[in-house]
């Protein structure tokens, strides 16, 4: 498995969350690598990517001031606290990995998916 993500839970509205996503160094190394969701009856959209040397990050405007996305160099993880939750933010969560190494905000950016961890806001 080449990106695998964990982490999810159910937690009440204005908790916090913590998902990681393990990558092969290959892919950790060279990639930009960030976050996707799709709530029920939604389209996947885009959460948080950081590009491949941590500089840059970018987020979703909905969660811009309460979710924070880094990267874990020891163990080739990339991470996203997630604070304040909402119900708006119960989702299926999905890391990605896009090949060029920047940030991006697009599905269609994305080179490879990791299958998806549930987190579920009670409100």
């Known amino acids: 498995v080449q990106l695998q993500a964990f982490g999810g839970g159910l937690v009440q509205a204005g908790g916090s969350l913590r998902l990681s996503c393990a990558a092969s160094g290959r892919i950790f190394n060279n990639n930009g690598m960030g976050w996707f969701r799709q709530g029920p009856g939604k389209e996947r959209e885009f959460v948080a990517s950081v590009s491949w040397n941590g500089h840059t990050t970018r987020y979703a405007e909905s969660v811009e001031g309460r979710f924070t996305i880094s990267r874990g160099y020891a163990d080739n993880t990339i991470s996203l606290q997630m604070n304040s939750l909402k119900p708006e933010d119960t989702a299926v969560y999905y890391c990605?990995?896009?090949?060029?190494?920047?940030?991006?905000?697009?599905?269609?950016?994305?080179?490879?998916w990791g299958q998806g961890t549930q987190v579920t806001v009670s409100s």
């Open positions: 990605a990995a896009a090949g060029g190494g920047s940030v991006f905000v697009t599905p269609t950016a994305v080179t490879r």
